[in-house]
């Protein structure tokens, strides 16, 4: 049995379509199981665009159905607009009642050909393996897949991901204060799950409600958790620039690890005693540096005033 995929989606027609596409392609799409989690509306704008992609998501399961194209595709339409974080969390939930793995993905995650061969090896390679919490498809490094086709770290992606239920459920937690989160973990655990400060990630645990990938990340972190890691990353995320968590403006900056996702087979070995890399530690606090943002000559001079008059 295949891991299936939960595709959380809300009112971006054209990204959603471009990620189904890209799933699709896949090489065991037609074993799959696709679970959508269709967001609704917040106020009628929002609403017709939420039924655009709800009529997107029909046209495609009907032709799904006649070309094959997935094992099955079930809708589940929210009545009202639950946000982002329920959505994801209740979704996961529903899926975890008939399976024992899951795949997750967002409207603006268009993945290689060969991601869900990559995860379901995965998943089968280190099910027996609980230190390894979260399979990630999206990695901020480019590693020579010759010689560095995966790693273990203790930081989660969550862009394109999955996870086992026995690990989701024994240890995930949608914290409501940063108090809670932060409960019983020492200053070295912070300073660490911070990568020295360059990587500010827990600013998001006073965001109301505390996203979700916070949560898991801290949970990881308190477990002793790895995450298994491409070298290479398999997913890209098209929706950089109009998403909920993450906005970006090119003409200002761009992300250093925007790339293309590898296009062929990941190898994947199995290793029993799995361990996070000093060296691919280090690698990857130089490069989430500013959330991996680089800045043009513009953003940099806009930048340096936005600073002088911040501080005033």
């Not at 990620?19 to 799959?32: F, G, I, Q, S, V």
């Not at 498809?137 to 770290?153: A, E, K, M, Q, V």
Request: with cysteine.
């Amino acid at each position: 049995m295949l891991a299936p995929v939960a595709l959380f989606v809300y009112n971006r027609a054209d990204n959603t379509q471009k990620t189904l596409d890209a799933l699709l392609a896949n090489t065991m799409a037609k074993d799959t199981d696709l679970y959508v989690f269709s967001d609704g509306g917040k106020d009628p704008l929002s609403w017709q665009k939420v039924n655009e992609v709800r009529h997107l998501l029909h046209l495609v399961k009907a032709e799904a159905e006649q070309t094959g194209a997935l094992k099955s595709m079930t809708i589940v339409e929210r009545p009202e607009n639950i946000y982002l974080e329920r959505n994801i969390t209740e979704g996961i939930a529903q899926v975890f009642k008939t399976h024992d793995r899951i795949i997750v993905l967002e409207d603006d995650i268009c993945t290689s050909p060969y991601y869900l061969q990559y995860m379901n090896q995965a998943f089968d390679l280190y099910a027996d393996i609980p230190q390894v919490m979260h399979i990630a498809g999206f990695t901020n490094l480019d590693l020579p897949i010759s010689d560095t086709p995966f790693y273990f770290t203790p930081h989660m992606s969550g862009w394109g991901w999955g996870t086992w239920r026995d690990r989701w459920q024994s240890h995930f937690v949608h914290y409501k204060t940063r108090a809670e989160a932060l409960e019983g973990m020492s200053d070295n655990d912070i300073d660490a799950i911070q990568y020295g400060g360059v990587f500010p990630c827990l600013k998001s645990l006073d965001k109301h409600p505390i996203p979700w990938d916070i949560c898991w990340e801290i949970a990881i972190k308190k477990a002793g958790g790895l995450c298994l890691t491409p070298g290479h990353t398999l997913v890209r995320n098209i929706g950089l620039q109009n998403g909920t968590h993450f906005r970006a403006f090119s003409i200002l900056q761009h992300y250093e690890f925007d790339r293309q996702p590898l296009q062929q087979p990941l190898p994947l070995t199995r290793i029993g005693q799995p361990q996070k890399d000093p060296r691919i530690e280090a690698l990857f606090a130089q490069a989430i540096r500013d959330w991996g943002i680089r800045y043009t000559l513009l953003g940099k001079v806009i930048r340096f005033f936005y600073k002088k008059l911040r501080h005033k």
